[in-house]
């Protein structure tokens, strides 16, 4: 049941989100009506357009693409809920088969559906310029002239259907296997059997042998998956090497920032402005050892919480101090936050099967967004909510781009959310005038930004280390893995915190290397990003929040340095990164006063 995970109640036992605005259950017949209707419709478009897409005029592709969305949007429907439910117990049997079964239509839809884009991305450039500047296709100009750019990496339409087939039992099945098993893992500790969510927050408290005690059961758990674990990355880096030769990649991170709409170069010099700042790091957690009071910081010390931290938070607490600081942003933030909580859009607890972690799923342009968490009730359980309704912000509002321009690429993905949490963490501090509890709050940001940027840039740099050792080297041994990942981490930290070697397995139970490959950049992307526009914001005051809200609206209608340039960034500089930077140092800056002015 909801709640039975946690060890203190926090009012979020019973915070369930209601998914009949998608269906009513597993067992709803309107599934099987739209599983019909969606094939019918494929098979219709089908029969109409293949083989004359060149051929069309300018009100006759817009048709298509709007038929086509609408089929796009139908299967996504389908395939959100069974997501969704699916998440809440990966267990349970029904759940998975019907992730599984919708799984395989969705291979299905893609096959009678694949000639479309392929006929598209290869018209004529003459034929494809004069559809980019008809006006009758405006609404669908960035999807067009972005799906354009994959022309040299499609392949033909019958090996499109194959490999759409046969990623069902491949990378998708193995995807889902790794998600299940960490779902129905469970981590013995002091009696009780925790979910990787209650284990992974047993981190987070101020009993150090508690956390040390934690951080070995967690290992203990992995080192008995390891071998599995270890198969499971070995064979889904081998599938993407396979996927990124056979569609002429250059590199294994190549197809994401196409994906995201951004140059290699520019992640490049992003990469590189954090990895030459890891000194930045270094110089936080020095200064958190002496708070601590400790002659060393390890591994399971990072998030340690400063004695005036230690304090919960009710739900109900903290969906008021996430509204109020939304609602001083702009009116019309909190009024789209509201609804998540009014209208049963949140499912909140952690509870027996549920997957761990976080996120905010878009759904479809038809419904709305849904939150997915583990609320225990800490102050990063806080931030957690601000940053997923950030997202749902954004989803939202977004809406009105429709199915194929709704959602951002995955840099700006992380804008909206990285943003709520600074409006939630601003209003704090302005509202805080104990200097214990200011120090224990900004230090939480630091380590909060931090995880944002430099541990998912050293977490690109162990990826980095994986793709090329496995193409290099072949299948990798749990110990190569591991000792690609400690040196990875063990550079961000320098020489302020001893990573065990108990650590060096952690690699293991990281979703992201597995799901979405080359993903988490993305997260460091998008808070310096946001480092640097809440700069302008502090700036410019109460004119900074329309433009803001009409960027978020935007979705993935044009390109990110157009979407963004309103608000005076500029994507293609390389130094633009030394902004946000910047900022993260003077709050390190602002810790050490605050430490220095108590002493």
């Known amino acids: 049941m909801p709640g039975e995970a946690n060890e203190k109640r926090t009012g979020a036992e019973d915070i369930l989100w209601d998914l009949s605005d998608l269906y009513a259950g597993v067992s709803d017949p309107q599934i099987e009506a739209d599983i019909a209707r969606a094939s019918a419709l494929a098979d219709e478009f089908a029969a109409t357009y293949r083989g004359k897409i060149a051929t069309l005029d300018a009100e006759g592709l817009r048709a298509a693409v709007s038929a086509y969305e609408n089929i796009v949007e139908m299967t ?72 354009r750019r994959y022309q040299p990496h499609r392949l033909s339409e019958p090996e499109e259907k194959i490999l759409a087939e046969k990623s069902v039992t491949g990378r998708s099945a193995w995807a889902r296997f790794f998600s299940e098993l960490q779902g129905n893992t469970r981590y013995p500790f002091d009696g009780e059997e925790l979910t990787q969510a209650a284990i992974l927050a047993k981190l987070h408290v101020p009993d ?53 709409e951004v140059s290699d170069d520019v992640v490049e010099a992003l990469i590189n402005a954090v990895t030459a700042r890891y000194d930045i790091v270094a110089r936080y957690y020095h200064l958190k050892r002496r708070l601590l009071g400790v002659d060393r910081l390890y591994d399971y010390d990072r998030y340690a919480p400063l004695p005036a931290a230690e304090g919960r938070y009710e739900w109900a607490q903290a969906r008021e101090m996430v509204l109020r600081a939304y609602a001083r942003f702009h009116p019309r933030m909190a009024e789209v936050a509201e609804q998540f909580f009014v209208r049963s859009w949140i499912d909140a607890p952690p509870y027996p099967g549920k997957r761990g972690g976080a996120y905010s799923a878009s759904v479809v342009p038809s419904v709305h967004p849904y939150i997915f968490l583990n609320y225990t009730g800490n102050a990063r359980d806080v931030m957690t909510l601000a940053h997923e309704l ?35 963490f601003s209003d704090f501090m302005n509202r805080e005038t104990d200097p214990a509890m200011r120090l224990a709050m900004l230090a939480q940001k630091i380590e909060d930004s931090f995880s944002t940027i430099f541990r998912q840039i050293s977490m690109n740099r162990f990826e980095h280390g994986m793709h090329t050792a496995r193409r290099e ?3 990798l041994t749990s110990e190569r893995l591991g000792a690609i990942w400690l040196e990875t981490q063990r550079a961000m930290f320098g020489d302020s915190v001893e990573m065990t070697d108990n650590y060096g397995l952690w690699w293991s139970y990281v979703p992201h290397f597995l799901h979405t490959p080359g993903y988490v950049y993305a997260y460091a992307f998008g808070e310096l990003l946001v480092l640097a526009l809440f700069a302008r914001y502090r700036q410019e005051g109460d004119s900074f929040a329309p433009r803001y809200l009409e960027v978020l609206r935007a979705g993935g209608s044009d390109w990110p340095e157009k979407t963004l340039a309103p608000l005076g960034v500029d994507l293609t500089d390389p130094h633009f990164w030394q902004e946000g930077l910047g900022e993260i140092e003077k709050l390190v800056a602002q810790a050490e006063a605050l430490v220095n002015g108590a002493g």
């Not at 598209?120 to 980019?132: I, K």
């Open 76 to 147: 996504n429907r389908l395939g959100a809920f069974a997501y969704l439910i699916w998440t809440t117990d990966a267990a349970n049997a029904r759940y998975g088969a019907l992730l599984q079964h919708l799984t395989e239509l969705e291979a299905q839809f893609q096959q009678k559906l694949v000639f479309f884009e392929l006929e598209w991305v290869n018209a004529p450039d003459e034929f494809a310029q004069a559809m980019l500047g008809a006006a009758a296709l405006a609404r669908y100009r960035h999807w067009l002239e972005a799906t």
């Open 208 to 260: 150090r042998d508690v956390r040390q005690r934690a951080a070995q059961a967690f290992t203990e758990v992995l080192r008995g998956q390891l071998p599995t674990l270890t198969f499971i990355f070995n064979t889904l880096a081998a599938d993407k090497a396979s996927d990124d030769r056979l569609r002429h990649y250059s590199s294994w991170i190549a197809s994401r920032n196409l994906e995201n």
């Open 390 to 424: 950030g997202h749902g912000i954004h989803q939202y509002l977004s809406r009105e781009q429709g199915m194929l321009q709704q959602h951002t690429p995955l840099t700006t993905a992380e804008m909206a959310s990285t943003f709520g949490e600074m409006l939630v």
């Open 473 to 475: 080297e072949g299948e």
